[in-house]
Structure formats: C-alpha cells, structure tokens
C-alpha cells in the first residue's frame, strides 16, 4: 500500500520528543492526518552477572502513575552511538560498567504514532562503575535471578513493555 505525504509540520517541540502532523494521501484516495512522535531513539540493556543475576530499576512513571519494574533503558544523546548510550545508561541506572555489550535486536516502540527505535543490549562482564543518575531519576536497583525475572514477564507481574519485548529478545542467551 502507498501513501503519498502532501505536507508535514512540526506541532510541538519538547525536551525527550517533538510532535509532526503529516498530511497523507491514502491508497483510496482520502486524505488522513496523523500525529507523529518524533524520538531520536534509546536503548535498553539486559544487565546479567556472573551468578545469573539480573539487574532492574523500579522507577515511577508518572503517566502509568505507578512504580514499574523495569530493565535499564535511556534516550540517545545527539550523535550518540546506541552501544555508547548503552554503556552510559547501564552505569548510571544501575551503577555497572560492562566488559562486554552484545547487541541482540531492535524494536519501535510504538510505529502507530512513533519513530522511537530501541536497541536492546545484553551486558555481561559487570564490575562496579557507577556514573551519577539523570537529575530527575530516582531509581532503586533490584537484582533478580535470571528464572525468577523470566517467571514475573511470563507470568504478567512485570508490565513495562519494553523491558517485556527485550526479555523476549535476550531469552535464547539466558537458558
């Protein structure tokens, strides 16, 4: 199916996104608006130790107005690599430098009104190098034994969907 653009502007610039409306021509010839969220991508990172334990965040997330256990994640910086991001982000959130980062897939978020795409990283070798959080984090971090972090996903006790699809994506390196 081919959809020709006619006219896209910019509604709204924030810090994290910005917001285009684009005017489409449909297949059927009908003319649709939709809102796009423009993101310059993120990462998410399996953090596995030596002893086959995983670490999470539990966090606040204001719109879910709940404390949602979830994997390390962040946005790219400008030009940022997403391994780099990764490595930053594994530091900052859960205080781990990583010998080695394995990139094992990518997902958009949301492609009905989003252009996030999230690389997902496994972070093995872990050593204690803490950077200093995002001054509006507030994070605790909770390691779980890998068959325990794969029973709370399967068993729905873990509703971030991010940290949900990199699970899936990190499964056939944890068994």
Not at 33 to 51: A, C, L, N, Q, T
Not at 117 to 143: C, N, R
Request: aromatic share 8%.
């Amino acid at each position: 199916m081919k959809f020709e653009l006619l006219k896209s502007e910019n509604t709204y610039q924030g810090r994290a996104f910005s917001v285009r409306r684009d005017h489409l021509l449909t297949p059927g010839g009908n003319t649709v608006k939709y809102d796009i969220i423009e993101h310059i991508g993120s990462v998410s990172i399996v953090p596995v130790d030596e002893h086959g334990m995983m670490y999470f965040v539990r966090q606040y997330r204001h719109a879910a107005q709940l404390d949602l256990l979830e994997l390390p994640a962040g946005t790219l910086e400008p030009g940022e690599p997403p391994e780099e991001a990764a490595a930053r982000e594994v530091r900052e959130e859960v205080g781990m430098a990583a010998q080695t980062l394995k990139k094992i897939g990518s997902f958009y978020l949301a492609p009905g009104y989003s252009t996030e795409l999230m690389h997902v990283y496994l972070a093995t070798g872990l050593t204690e190098d803490p950077l200093d959080p995002d001054q509006d984090e507030y994070l605790s971090v909770e390691k779980i034994p890998v068959a325990e972090a794969l029973r709370l996903a399967e068993s729905g006790q873990m509703q971030d969907a991010k940290s949900l699809a990199a699970l899936m994506l990190a499964r056939p390196y944890l068994l």
